[in-house]
């Protein structure tokens, strides 16, 4: 099983670290970044782990103000990231980025 981010996760997950250094600290930051790598080995571990979002993306909560959408494709054994996102706004929009 492999993982790989596309270029919109990695975009949206250093929008997710530079506003919790906005209203937070460096502690917080770490605090998501292994939230992050954790969420990531259970998730090759059980791919399935995720809530299904819609026909191919599932989604993980990683934290009340962040989630993490990805596909996974069985046949290829593969786990693509799609994007990060806060809570707190709109997923639709995000996802259209996709």
Do not use: C
């Not at 996760?9 to 917080?28: A, G, M, P, Q």
């Not at 939230?35 to 059980?46: C, D, G, P, T």
């Amino acid at each position: 099983m492999i993982t790989i981010w596309s270029d919109k996760s990695v975009v949206t997950y250093f929008d997710v670290l530079d506003f919790i250094l906005f209203l937070w600290n460096e502690k917080i930051e770490r605090n998501f970044i292994t939230i992050v790598a954790e969420s990531i080995i259970q998730l090759e571990k059980n791919p399935y782990l995720g809530k299904p979002y819609s026909k191919n993306i599932r989604k993980i909560i990683l934290h009340k103000n962040a989630s993490m959408f990805y596909e996974f494709d069985k046949e290829n054994e593969i786990i693509t990231i799609l994007l990060f996102n806060d809570n707190r706004q709109n997923t639709e929009s995000y996802l259209k980025l996709i």
